[in-house]
């Protein structure tokens, strides 16, 4: 972690010490997150001879031989929809991914937090069926094995990239 400050964004310097650090201890492969701090990430990468991976915005024409793919976010295809829609009074709540239509997500406020949290402790039933709910999800999709098995994966397709590139 670069920092918790808005100045953590923009130190490239910080970036590529980490990057540097994490390249010590034997890793392969480094995720460009941060902003400008990211940017000093995949400036050690491209040094190191090592790969990265970008984010937010296409990176490999600056790192041709460094970053293998770029987290490309696209929100301003969903943002422009739901904006005209709303605009067009005809916006109605949908299932987006792994976002279900209806779903909530605590407001960052105590009083939110607090009545939340009093519903689940007056709802043991509630309380189990989310906890069953976040069990078999983090079994399925975050767990050890899972996530293991999805570096895997990429890293072998990353190897395959790189050897092309060469």
Same mark, same amino acid.
């Given at each position: 972690m670069v920092g918790t400050s808005a100045q953590a964004w923009n130190d490239p310097g910080k970036g590529g010490e980490l990057a /540097?650090?994490?390249f010590d201890?034997?890793?392969?492969v480094v995720f460009a997150v941060a902003g400008g701090s990211g940017l000093g990430t995949l400036q050690t990468a491209k040094e190191k001879?090592?790969?990265a991976i970008g984010n937010v915005i296409n990176t490999q024409a600056q790192y041709p031989d460094t970053v293998v793919?770029?987290?490309m976010w696209h929100f301003e295809p969903s943002?422009? /929809?739901a904006i005209k829609m709303v605009k067009d009074g005809k916006f109605t709540a949908e299932d987006y991914?792994?976002?279900?239509k209806g779903q909530t997500w605590a407001e960052p406020d105590e009083a939110h937090?607090?009545?939340a949290m009093q519903q689940l402790a007056g709802d043991p039933a509630l309380s189990r069926q989310l906890g069953e709910n976040a069990r078999?999800?983090?079994a399925a999709e975050f767990a050890p094995l899972p996530v293991g098995e999805l570096m895997r994966k990429r890293l072998a397709a990353i190897r395959q990239i790189r050897a092309n590139i060469r």
């Amino acid at each position: 972690m670069v920092g918790t400050s808005a100045q953590a964004w923009n130190d490239p310097g910080k970036g590529g010490e980490l990057a /540097r650090s994490q390249f010590d201890r034997g890793v392969d492969v480094v995720f460009a997150v941060a902003g400008g701090s990211g940017l000093g990430t995949l400036q050690t990468a491209k040094e190191k001879g090592k790969l990265a991976i970008g984010n937010v915005i296409n990176t490999q024409a600056q790192y041709p031989d460094t970053v293998v793919a770029s987290a490309m976010w696209h929100f301003e295809p969903s943002a422009d /929809r739901a904006i005209k829609m709303v605009k067009d009074g005809k916006f109605t709540a949908e299932d987006y991914g792994p976002y279900k239509k209806g779903q909530t997500w605590a407001e960052p406020d105590e009083a939110h937090a607090t009545r939340a949290m009093q519903q689940l402790a007056g709802d043991p039933a509630l309380s189990r069926q989310l906890g069953e709910n976040a069990r078999a999800t983090i079994a399925a999709e975050f767990a050890p094995l899972p996530v293991g098995e999805l570096m895997r994966k990429r890293l072998a397709a990353i190897r395959q990239i790189r050897a092309n590139i060469r």
